[in-house]
């Protein structure tokens, strides 16, 4: 069953505008991932932060972790065509293995 | 490194027939997942290793499936017999630890006909 659950399912953003997803869990973590899938493709990690951390960056990526509510959010900015593709929240609890949200179609146009 | 290999791409075959997909790891990973993805259902785990010894298979949709690991470098996903609603995307994975990052193979596109 998928713990996390990604808001909102779809988005369609211009090239240059910020996107943002958020992602909602249920039971206690040990870190949460982001993950990117490009249309036929597997997918590729973006950013790691663990129930400790609050906020994240790398690159244009910023995320934010908030563990009183059970969520998470990906900020991508100055988004680019090449930002199109599915967005995917992971979280691990005890367990070493990861639990995949339902994803987030992003599509940036020019 | 090459990442992690999967193969073969992609598999047609007929209702009946037994499926294998291939899995080699990144080397020096330790642990090994196979997924499945559908439009339907999204992406499910379906088994994973750790130190070539499964974990857990509780995704294993039923006793049609087997998945071996006989050693660090290497992986199988058997399906057998076939039908048509295995039909999905098989990928498999690879991390240093279980609970850190995972590292994705291309996939392979799987269609029972």
């Known amino acids: 069953s998928q713990q996390g659950e990604e808001d909102p399912q779809a988005l369609s953003i211009q090239e240059g505008e910020n996107a943002t997803m958020n992602c909602s869990y249920k039971t206690s973590i040990n870190n949460l991932q982001w993950y990117r899938q490009n249309s036929g493709r597997g997918l590729v990690h973006l950013i790691l932060?663990?129930?400790?951390?609050r906020e994240k960056h790398s690159g244009r990526l910023r995320v934010t972790l908030d563990t009183s509510k059970k969520s998470s959010s990906l900020l991508i900015t100055a988004s680019r065509a090449a930002d199109t593709a599915s967005y995917f929240c992971a979280t691990t609890g005890t367990a070493s293995k990861l639990t995949f949200g339902t994803g987030t179609r992003l599509q940036v146009t020019l | 490194d090459a990442g992690v290999i999967q193969s073969p791409r992609h598999e047609v075959t007929e209702m009946g027939q037994e499926v294998t997909l291939r899995c080699k790891p990144i080397?020096?990973?330790?642990?090994l997942f196979w997924y499945r993805q559908t439009m339907m259902r999204g992406l499910e785990l379906l088994i994973y290793f750790n130190n070539n010894v499964p974990i857990d298979d509780s995704g294993m949709p039923e006793d049609r499936f087997s998945a071996k690991m006989p050693n660090a470098s290497f992986s199988t996903l058997k399906i057998q017999p076939s039908e048509p609603r295995d039909s999905a995307v098989y990928f498999c994975?690879?991390?240093?630890?279980?609970?850190?990052?995972?590292?994705f193979g291309p996939g392979t596109r799987l269609l029972v006909l």
């Open positions: 080397s020096g990973h330790n642990s």
């Open positions: 994975a690879s991390s240093l630890d279980g609970k850190e990052t995972q590292y």
């Open positions: 932060i663990r129930s400790n951390e």
